[in-house]
C-alpha cells in the first residue's frame, strides 16, 4: 500500500505565506505524476498544481504566480509553497497521486490512486 500525509495548514492572514508537505509512505516503487487538489464547502473539488516525476509543473490559472509546487523524489515528498494568500484560498488542500506504484508482493506491482486527508488552509483577519 501506498499512503499520503499532508501537513503544514493553518490559520493565516490577507497576503500571508503557507508550506504543504504531502509526504508519502509504504511499499513504494513510484509516485509518478502529484497533484494538489482543493475543495472549499460548498464548491466543487479544484485542481490546483501539478508535478510530473520529472519535475514539470502546471497551475490553476486562479494561483498561477503564487503557488510553487515542488518535490523532493529522495524524501518523497511533494512540497505547495502558497504565497501573497487571500480569502478565496481558504479551503481544505489534499495531495492526491492519480498513478502510484507500490509493491503487493514479491515481485508484485500494482498502480493505484491515493489520496491523502487533506490539510486545512483559511486565509483571514
Known amino acids: 500500500q501506498v499512503h499520503l500525509v499532508e501537513s503544514g495548514g493553518g490559520l493565516v492572514q490577507p497576503g500571508g505565506s503557507l508550506r504543504l508537505s504531502c509526504e508519502a509512505s509504504g511499499s513504494i516503487v513510484t509516485l509518478r505524476t502529484i497533484n494538489w487538489y482543493r475543495q472549499a464547502p460548498g464548491k466543487e473539488r479544484e485542481l490546483v498544481a501539478t508535478i510530473t516525476d520529472g519535475g514539470s509543473a502546471n497551475y490553476a490559472d486562479s494561483v498561477k504566480g503564487r503557488f510553487t509546487i515542488s518535490r523532493d523524489n529522495t524524501k518523497n515528498t511533494v512540497y505547495l509553497q502558497m504565497n501573497s494568500l487571500k480569502p478565496e484560498d481558504t479551503a481544505a488542500y489534499l495531495c492526491?497521486?492519480?498513478?502510484?506504484?507500490?509493491?503487493?508482493?514479491?515481485?508484485?506491482?500494482?498502480?493505484?490512486?491515493?489520496w491523502g486527508q487533506g490539510t486545512q488552509v483559511t486565509v483571514s483577519s
Open positions: 492526491n497521486a492519480p498513478a502510484a506504484v507500490g509493491a503487493v508482493g514479491p515481485r508484485t506491482y500494482q498502480t493505484l490512486e491515493v
